[in-house]
């Protein structure tokens, strides 16, 4: 497949845009692919970034993994957001869009805006993961999203997790993370608090017992 550029990506105020490529690059040389899943960090994870995490895949291909941290809020809203990259928000835009908070993606260039959303609209950096969830770089999305004509769902987050080629596997052999189909419900409609245990359940695992399990690993 064709490799898509990032055009104008999502700027945060005072710092510097940069380009990246998006696209099915060629396949991990494990032979795994985990887009369209869930990296559930496992109960015993002291990582301070990761503890607790769960991570929606976006790409996984030769180059290594891309994906975004979907229960970790940041103090941040989508109205500051807008105010900092100077975005007029249309009037009468629906309060839970400007209120909705914008995630700590991960470490990986944390001064840079990413978005999952529900596919639709022409964005000039946009893959499509799946048939429900696609991932803009573009500042366009936003764009469409303060003039009220963005995509139905969405979650924006500040930086991504990142893995080099063959390091993710490492750390789920190593039993450093769980992982499960994706589910779109649990992406952009569930409360926050909640992803975590219902990312889990996908797994027809009780959180409690896994809970227990790791305690006495």
């Known amino acids: ?22 696209g099915n690059i060629g396949p991990a ?42 229960n970790k809020p940041t103090d941040m809203t989508m109205e500051v957001l807008f105010d900092r990259i100077d975005l007029k928000v249309a009037e009468g835009l629906r309060a839970q869009v400007v209120d909705e908070p914008i995630m700590f993606g991960g470490p990986v260039q944390d001064d840079r805006g990413f978005v999952l959303h529900s596919p639709g609209g022409r964005y000039s950096s946009s893959l499509n993961v799946t048939e429900e ?21 969405m979650l924006v987050s500040i930086g991504y997790a990142g893995w080099s080629p063959g390091q993710l596997e490492e750390e789920i052999s ?16 569930l409360p926050i608090e909640e992803r975590y245990t219902a990312a889990i359940k996908l797994l027809g695992i009780d959180p409690m017992m896994l809970a227990t399990e790791a305690g006495h690993a």
Request: glycine share 10%.
């Open 133 to 153: 969830v696609a991932f803009t770089t573009s500042i366009d999305v936003l764009e469409a999203v303060a003039s009220g004509a963005g995509p139905a769902r």
């Open 29 to 70: 040389p494990s032979g795994l692919n985990l887009a369209n899943h869930f990296l559930i960090a496992m109960p015993s994870m002291d990582d301070p970034i990761f503890g607790g995490a769960v991570v929606y895949i976006c790409e996984h291909n030769e180059k290594g993994v891309l994906g975004v941290v979907i």
């Open 174 to 189: 190593r039993n450093g993370w769980l992982t499960v189909g994706a589910d779109a419900h649990v992406l952009f409609d």
């Open 1 to 22: 497949m064709k490799k898509s550029k990032i055009g104008t990506t999502l700027p945060m105020a005072g710092l510097p845009q940069a380009s990246e490529t998006l």
